[in-house]
């Protein structure tokens, strides 16, 4: 056996060890969840009592943190309050509003939402913050969960990310 087919078969196993590790790398980075959507939801809270009656209203931030991978594409978030066997539902504003065109400026028509295009996308790194309140009973604490689904970049399937939050009650 000369010298060059010592190398040859040296060079097809170092291809060989190459390409498994290549494919090992790829199965494992599929099995550890690579293609899911990376998104995370954050709820925060202020309480603040009524003037005009035995309820607080509760002011709730939903932060949306897209993560460096794709972009997603929102389509529901809600707000449910959970308070002495009660719930209430709030859904959040993501739609993509409408707009008109006048004098060459697009201006956006808060009064309808957009037909043609109307879920809201999250590029790669971006963050977007949506507000909502609710009115609660004083004096008792409340659980309030958000819950957001949406579609990765070129996907069909359906990912859904939640965050909740405890409000207690003020002192009187």
């Given amino acids: 056996m000369t010298q060059n087919d010592i190398s040859e078969i040296v060079k097809n196993y170092a291809q060989v060890v190459a390409w498994a590790a290549g494919a090992t790398y790829f199965i494992m980075k599929i099995i550890q969840g690579y293609w899911i959507v990376d998104m995370s939801v ?5 309480r603040q009592h ?5 309820e607080d209203y509760i002011g709730a931030s939903v932060e ?3 993560g460096e991978i794709s972009s997603v594409q929102l389509h529901d978030a ?3 309050v959970r308070q ?9 504003p993501i739609q993509r509003f409408s707009f008109r065109t006048a004098n060459g ?3 956006i028509n808060f009064d309808k939402f957009s037909s ?9 790194g971006e963050t977007a913050t949506i507000g909502a309140w609710v009115k609660v009973n004083r004096g008792q604490p409340c659980v309030i969960e958000a819950v957001v689904i949406g579609t990765g970049f070129s996907s069909h399937k359906v990912g859904q990310w ?5 409000s207690l009650p003020l002192a009187q």
């Fill in 64 to 66: 949306l943190v897209k």
């Fill in 84 to 92: 002495a066997g009660r719930d209430q539902k709030v859904t959040l």
């Fill in 78 to 80: 809600t707000l449910v």
């Fill in 116 to 124: 043609s295009v109307p879920t809201l996308n999250l590029a790669a």
């Fill in 50 to 54: 009524s003037d005009l009656s035995d």
């Fill in 105 to 107: 400026l697009r201006k």
């Fill in 42 to 46: 954050k709820v925060s809270l202020t």
């Fill in 162 to 166: 939640r965050a909740s939050a405890v």
